[in-house]
Nanobody, 129 residues
């Protein structure tokens, strides 16, 4: 399994931007490119939702409909990091964002099965004026 550490959340006004980072370490015998890595979020009172996921080997991506055209996921294999650039943020984007990986998954497959975040994992994003 990958150890993932998130950073980059914060408070931003509607229409603003944030970039989240998900750094991977503690690889098993597998190389990073056998994994899909994704960003998920959980709003207060709601279950976790797959926001965007990427297949590390070929960079195929998946986005949930509500963020299409506003969010961009990318990977830097040399830095073992996945980024989520979030533009034109809306109050409904507010939530606890966390990343997760799954070995041999597709990007859509990973995003369609949001996990429960681990204690101490993730970063808060608040969009408010």
């Amino acid at each position: 399994q990958l150890r993932l550490v998130e950073s980059g959340g914060g408070l931003v006004q509607p229409g603003g931007s944030l970039r989240l980072s998900c750094a991977a370490s503690d690889f098993t015998l597998d190389a990073l490119d056998v994994y899909a890595v994704g960003w998920f979020r959980q709003a207060p009172g709601k279950g976790p939702e797959g926001v965007s996921c990427i297949k590390m080997s070929d960079a195929r991506t998946y986005y949930t409909d509500s963020v299409l055209g506003r969010f961009t996921i990318s990977r830097d294999n040399a830095a073992n990091t996945v980024y989520l650039q979030m533009n034109s943020l809306k109050p409904e984007d507010t939530g606890f964002y966390f990343c997760h990986s799954r070995r041999l998954a597709t990007s859509q497959g990973l995003c369609s099965m949001p996990p429960v975040p681990r204690r101490g994992q993730g970063t808060q994003v608040t969009v408010s004026s």
